[in-house]
């Protein structure tokens, strides 16, 4: 895909988007998407794992992008045990399968958003593991961390993509607890494996981290 046809797509998405979107959230900045969505339509058909909670146009914009995607949302697991139990009590993320029936090295790249905050340190490195194995050489990994001190700190987040450069923040109305706050060198040891990494303390004082493998 070229860079005329890629901006094409892009900017057909965010005014439609920006137009048409009427759910609660706020649109923050991104540092790295537009390197992840770059690096994502330099192949031919790049195969991409998003960990997050599922967001439709989020598949279709990558899927428009000449991408193949695969969803497999850890925590909305837990957000039907929370139903089902009448919505009382709070989302245990203590039952989620980290470990992942993919093959080694299938994926271009990965997306966890909103994920690492949720886990222990313990069970964030048998994520992260996972994803190692499953991404190809010099495949690509975005992530989200959360504030040291977000309001609210327990609830769940939706990413829609609204532009290379603009990502909406979605809270959905469930409750997890949160078990880890993720400091500059927790972030560091996690992704001390890959070949490269780079972290922004954006505005909104989240932090996004991009890294190869």
């Keep these: 895909?070229?860079?005329?046809?890629?901006?094409?797509?892009?900017?057909?998405?965010?005014?439609?988007?920006?137009k048409g979107m009427e759910r609660e959230g706020q649109i923050h900045s991104t540092a790295i998407l537009k390197t992840?969505?770059?690096?994502?339509?330099?192949?031919?058909?790049?195969?991409?794992?998003?960990?997050?909670?599922?967001?439709?146009?989020?598949?279709?914009?990558?899927?428009?992008l000449g991408c193949k995607v695969f969803v497999k949302d850890l925590l909305n697991a837990n957000a039907r045990t929370w139903?089902?139990?009448?919505?009382?009590?709070?989302?245990s993320v203590d039952e989620v399968q980290i470990d992942f029936e993919y093959p080694e090295n299938l994926f271009d790249g990965i997306l966890l958003w909103d994920i690492?905050?949720?886990?222990?340190?313990?069970?964030?490195?048998?994520?992260?593991?996972?994803?190692w194995r499953i991404l190809k050489e010099k495949?690509?990994?975005?992530?989200?961390?959360r504030p040291v001190n977000?309001?609210?700190?327990?609830?769940?987040?939706?990413?829609r993509i609204v532009s290379l450069g603009e990502i909406r923040y979605e809270t959905l109305p469930l409750i997890i607890q949160r078990n880890k706050i993720y400091y500059n060198r927790d972030v560091a040891d996690l992704f001390s494996d890959f070949s490269s990494y780079t972290s922004y303390i954006l505005k909104n004082r989240w932090r996004e981290v991009i890294a190869r493998k």
């Design 36 to 64: 992840f969505i770059k690096e994502m339509t330099l192949l031919p058909k790049s195969i991409i794992l998003d960990l997050g909670c599922i967001c439709d146009s989020n598949i279709e914009l990558f899927t428009h």
């Design 150 to 159: 977000p309001t609210p700190f327990n609830t769940i987040t939706r990413y």
């Design 116 to 131: 690492f905050d949720h886990f222990d340190f313990e069970d964030a490195r048998l994520l992260i593991n996972n994803a």
């Design 83 to 91: 139903a089902d139990s009448g919505g009382m009590g709070e989302i």
């Design 1 to 18: 895909m070229t860079n005329d046809q890629r901006r094409t797509i892009m900017s057909e998405v965010s005014i439609s988007r920006k």
């Design 139 to 145: 495949g690509w990994v975005l992530a989200l961390f």
